[in-house]
């Protein structure tokens, strides 16, 4: 490779993060600034710094897998993609199509999800393929389609954020989660503008804000609701606005009134004076904004939370105009694009709908079957994993670590187990990889070209800056050969801009239209939002801001959905009287597969901890660093305690990243959302013990 400097952005999480990689003489590369990218203009967390370790050999995989005697041995690929293809034809033969299961992941290029979704359905012709996004984005994503008929993480850029008046800032630790962001929302301050951070924790991001509300976890629906009702009793309501852009007032209005302040308080325990508050920061400037993250969002009324937060934008004009709305933080490098084209279990590229006909025969012309011959939708994420060994019987996983990410984890690993066959696709030999009967060692990021979208809906080139090592090869080389194998010769190319061409033909006049990007646009645009078709007579500029002149339904208008506060599905009693809930550390990232083998990153964040109140600790007898164990109706976990005033004393927290004893999610409730099938990882019931 070129031993100048390549742009290229972060492996990491939904911001992209912009940086340059140059070739150094061990191999590897080396992260230096790159100013350009507006998202965060040359500023890198220490995950970003750090990305290349993943890439040596002495960390990653360098050579195929096979299980041996019961051992993981390494082999030759063509060994290993027999294997795999003979796995996956006699589940079929024996089982039928729909016995052969596929899990994605939100971290895989826009190329790798299109092409993982079509060899699902045209190859295997299964049903069951779905992605770990769906523990992420999908109850905002569930809450804008119902709200605004499209679902982009954020409608803006987030260059917006310091240009607006005030922002709610719902279940977010950005600070530690994605933090180059927080310049935009200490820039917001610095201009007057102002922060409401609602976490039950003191964050370190929650210590910016002007106002921190600290509402018991899995209240955050009654608190939506309790603001929208002050809203309507101080008559802050933007008549004009509600008339003219959206429907569905009455019905909202109604349901909110029934969440009156004190009521709220209760179930939420953020006192009323700190509500009446809110609504005046948020009311008074002339443009606001809401952003959620999983705090809300990990829940099993998520949609409704989302839907009840939408509400409020749009009861006080805070939609479709400058400087103002509603956005997600999306959480996974392309969790955005990952869930528009192809790999989750109701979903065709472009953003299409599988069920429907017309959506059907465009895909299908792409890819030249017949409609008819594409599976309807099947299982979303966890209802996918726990039919695993089942009415699953063989899988392939592609950038994914379910054995520490998923809910109710011990029991998903034992479903895991039970599976006929299990391959998998990663850099690293994660905790489910050890699992597998094949495991297949693939190229990620600098060693590879590839487009991801971030949290803005802003589509972006990944470049190639090194040669992977020998025995190392691409996602779309790997879905070519077993297409090969199992009777699909043709289809499934191995270069990923001839992927990308397909991909724009598959997703045009799709809600998430990509027809007219371009790699070359990418690379001399530093990057394209979304939706950005091609017309004729000019080149589409892309789009930045949505919603300015209509909302993406059929009339143009802005749906209220009326919700209704309910309780979490798992509540705390005698037996489990104390909340859980789970997030992330600043030096680690998602189910630490990647991170957890970085020396500076497990210097920083060496292990799990048990954060609790010291009134709570006091009642238990643990002191800074006594193990404590959680024990919830699905398992224990021990860890470490950590003791702060910086969290409810009716509340633990505990991070995901970690296998092992300390497997918060060894705890968390699979409990899904009515809508998006999200699980409730935000809120569980557990008890503490202490640990002799």
């Not at 008929?149 to 409608?155: E, F, H, N, W």
């Not at 104390?578 to 997030?583: A, E, I, R, S």
């Amino acid at each position: 490779m070129q031993n100048s400097a390549t742009p290229t952005h972060c492996p990491y999480c939904a911001l992209q993060c912009g940086m340059n990689l140059t070739p150094v003489p061990d191999g590897g590369v080396e992260v230096s600034e790159r100013a350009d990218f507006p998202v965060n203009r040359g500023a890198l967390c220490g995950k970003g710094r750090t990305a290349p370790q993943v890439l040596s050999s002495r960390v990653r995989l360098t050579s195929p897998l096979v299980r041996s005697e019961g051992k993981l041995t390494p082999a030759t690929w063509e060994e290993a993609l027999d294997r795999i293809a003979e796995g996956l034809r006699r589940t079929r033969t024996e089982h039928g199509p729909d016995a052969c299961g596929v899990f994605g992941g939100g971290g895989l290029t826009n190329e790798k999800a299109y092409t993982l979704g079509k060899f699902a359905r045209v190859v295997l012709g299964t049903s069951q393929i779905d992605y770990n996004g769906r523990f992420c984005m999908s109850s905002a994503a569930a809450g804008g389609i119902k709200a605004f008929g499209l679902d982009r993480g954020l409608p803006f850029p987030l260059e917006d954020i310091p240009r607006t008046g005030c922002v709610i800032l719902v279940g977010s630790n950005l600070a530690e989660t994605m933090p180059p962001s927080l310049r935009f929302f200490s820039e917001l301050k610095e201009n007057g503008g102002t922060l409401i951070v609602v976490d039950p924790r003191r964050t370190k991001t929650a210590e910016q804000a002007d106002l921190h509300l600290m509402p018991r976890p899995g209240t955050d629906l009654a608190l939506a609701l309790g603001l929208l009702h002050l809203v309507v009793a101080e008559g802050r309501v933007d008549e004009e606005y509600v008339a003219e852009r959206t429907a569905g007032w009455e019905g909202a209005r109604a349901a909110a009134m029934a969440h009156w302040p004190e009521y709220v308080e209760r179930i939420t325990g953020v006192p009323v004076p700190q509500l009446r508050e809110t609504v005046r920061m948020f009311c008074e400037p002339e443009a606001a904004m809401v952003l959620t993250a999983r705090g809300p969002e990990q829940q099993s009324k998520g949609t409704d939370t989302v839907g009840a937060w939408i509400n409020l934008c749009l009861a006080t004009g805070r939609a479709g105009r400058p400087f103002s709305g509603y956005g997600c933080l999306t959480g996974q490098g392309n969790g955005q694009g990952g869930r528009e084209h192809g790999q989750k279990a109701d979903q065709l590229p472009g953003y299409r709908k599988l069920d429907d006909p017309a959506a059907r025969r465009h895909v299908a012309e792409v890819w030249g079957v017949d409609p008819d011959s594409l599976p309807g939708p099947g299982r979303s994420a966890y209802e996918l994993l726990d039919a695993l060994g089942s009415d699953i019987k063989s899988l392939l996983l592609m950038g994914s670590n379910p054995v520490v990410s998923a809910p109710r984890a011990a029991h998903i690993e034992e479903r895991i187990t039970s599976l006929d066959f299990l391959a998998v696709c990663d850099v690293v030999l994660s905790e489910t990889a050890e699992l597998a009967d094949v495991v297949l060692p693939v190229t990620q990021w600098a060693e590879e070209t590839g487009t991801t979208t971030n949290l803005e809906g802003r589509v972006l080139l990944r470049r190639q800056a090194i040669t992977p090592p020998d025995g190392v090869r691409s996602d779309l080389e790997v879905l070519h050969e077993l297409a090969d194998r199992l009777g699909v010769e043709k289809g499934f190319p191995t270069d990923p801009e001839e992927v990308f061409e397909e991909l724009r033909r598959a997703s045009a006049g799709g809600p998430a239209d990509y027809s007219g990007i371009t790699y070359r646009r990418l690379a001399e645009e530093n990057g394209v939002f979304w939706p950005c078709p091609t017309p004729e007579e000019d080149v589409h500029p892309g789009t930045p801001r949505l919603f300015l002149d209509r909302f993406a339904t059929p009339d143009g208008r802005a749906r209220f959905v009326p919700v209704s506060h309910r309780a979490a599905a798992e509540e705390p009693d005698d037996e489990y009287p104390v909340l859980l809930t789970t997030g992330r550390v600043v030096a680690q990232y998602q189910s630490g597969a990647q991170t957890r083998r970085v020396e500076e990153l497990n210097a920083a964040a060496p292990g799990p901890f048990v954060e609790l109140h010291p009134r709570l600790a006091a009642r238990l007898g643990a002191a800074e660093g006594d193990p404590v164990a959680v024990v919830s109706r699905r398992g224990r976990a021990v860890a470490p305690a950590r003791i702060t005033t910086g969290i409810r004393p009716d509340t633990v927290f505990m991070p995901f990243h970690w296998p092992g004893e300390g497997r918060a999610n060894t705890l968390t409730n699979p409990a899904l959302d009515p809508t998006s099938r999200m699980p409730e990882f935000k809120v569980c019931a557990v008890r503490l013990e202490t640990v002799k």
